[in-house]
């Protein structure tokens, strides 16, 4: 009776159907097609009114002075030249410098760096190049100095940031696997500080994006140049075109940068999101 007994539940047991194992993840996409195309396509849009409103506008020939023989795209193409050449420096000051300041060594530094990138920042921009034309005189690298030193903060501070979130946990066990303090810094640290670096970089950008436009007043040229003329002659196309540039050009760099911080993010730390 024992072994019939025992039978039914062998049976019942043996019918249980296994536990299965976890449907692998599927991975998302980064960049939706909504993120790829919704800004570029508002930005056209606004670009493409404004040329259709200047083609039937009467200018006054003050105005078409000012916009005549490819002046808006020289100083479209100036305040580019600007915008990308003081994020690089910004990138090669401000990114080593706020790795060195993460260091053991040079950690004591680090609240006298912030202190002197948050003077740069709290001063007026317009002050700021004011002194540094009076320095160095007129001219591009006065304007590049100055948005260089405008645009140090966002960047240093998120490295530092970033750099300090890390779990001290993880930096032990890779020295306790064998690696090397540079190992460490590029294969562990740096990666998990990437999406902080990142978001500092998208403000420096849209920073300088804003403060070339100052750099009229240096000589630097740039869309600023339209701006002026458009308030001292108190000719509002010329201030509408130089503003408008100005603000599509911010919102470009900003999706751009949108874009590279969601592409340059690394994989594993999108692992249970």
């Given amino acids: 009776m024992r072994d019939e007994e025992r039978e039914p539940e062998e049976a019942e047991e043996a019918e249980e159907p296994e536990p299965r194992p976890p449907a692998p993840a599927v991975p998302q996409r980064r960049i939706s097609w909504q993120k790829l195309t919704f800004l570029p396509a508002f930005v056209i849009a606004v670009l493409l009114a404004t040329w259709l409103w200047f083609e039937q506008a009467e200018l006054d020939p003050l105005s078409e002075n000012a916009l005549a023989e490819g002046r808006v795209t020289e100083a479209l193409w100036q305040h580019i030249q600007l915008t990308a050449i003081s994020t690089f420096f910004v990138l090669i000051i401000a990114i080593p410098t706020g790795i ?34 009076i320095w160095l005189g007129i001219g591009r690298r006065s304007a590049l100095i100055g948005i260089i030193i405008y645009a140090i903060l966002p960047v240093l501070s998120n490295t530092i940031a970033g750099l ?110």
């Fill in 164 to 273: 300090k979130a890390n779990e001290p946990a993880l930096l032990e066990a890779a020295r306790g696997i064998g690696m090397s303090p540079l190992g460490v810094l590029t294969r562990v640290e740096l990666p998990l500080a990437v999406p902080l670096i990142l978001a500092g970089v998208r403000t420096a950008l849209v920073l300088n994006v804003g403060t070339a436009t100052l750099a009229v007043f240096g000589g630097g040229g740039g869309l600023g140049v339209l701006i002026t003329t458009g308030i001292t002659s108190q000719r509002m196309p010329v201030l509408m075109l130089g503003s408008i540039l100005t603000v599509s050009l911010a919102l470009l760099v900003d999706w751009l940068a949108s874009l590279a911080e969601l592409l340059l993010r690394p994989r594993g730390l999108e692992v249970g999101t």
């Fill in 100 to 133: 060195l300041l993460t260091r053991p060594t040079l950690r004591k530094a680090t609240p006298v760096a912030l202190a002197l990138a948050n003077t740069g920042q709290a001063t007026p921009a317009i002050g700021l190049l004011a002194l540094l034309v």
